[in-house]
């Protein structure tokens, strides 16, 4: 069965960074796309990035963008979201997604795509 576990949540001032890991396991898997969304209480869920494990294509969604950056390491199969100068509006649980896929920009956004979903973790802007 597969599994992405997630880690590296927290509380953090307002301007702070976070940066958050998700380790890919289970027999025979291999992603194509990865990525991150995230949901805050009573709101719905947000796309935060996507991209094509061959680094070919990223997508960021609007509120993140040129805060956060994805990266990964192919020799552990593991997802990096690295978080700088955090808000409070950016408080939600994270969610690292995957797909054996190669999704097109147009489509990364969309949640239906991802069949493979970590079970989350809390991340939280406070002073």
């Known amino acids: 069965q597969v599994r992405l576990d997630e880690s590296g949540g927290g509380l953090v001032q307002p301007g702070g960074s976070l940066r958050l890991s998700c380790a890919a396991s289970?027999?025979?898997?291999?992603?194509?796309?990865v990525g991150w969304f995230r949901q805050a209480p009573g709101k719905e869920r947000e796309f935060v990035v996507g991209?094509?494990?061959?680094?070919?294509?990223?997508r960021y969604g609007d509120a993140v963008k040129d805060r956060f950056t994805i990266t990964r390491d192919r020799a552990k199969n593991v997802v990096y979201l690295q978080m700088n100068t955090l808000k409070p509006e950016d408080t939600a649980i994270y969610y690292c997604?995957?797909?054996?896929?190669?999704?097109?920009?147009?489509?990364?956004?969309?949640?239906?795509?991802?069949?493979?979903w970590g079970q989350g973790t809390q991340v939280t802007v406070s002073s």
């Open positions: 997604v995957a797909d054996k896929k190669n999704l097109i920009w147009s489509s990364m956004a969309n949640p239906q795509f991802y069949e493979y």
């Open positions: 289970g027999p025979n898997f291999s992603w194509s796309t």
């Open positions: 991209m094509r494990w061959s680094g070919s294509t990223t």
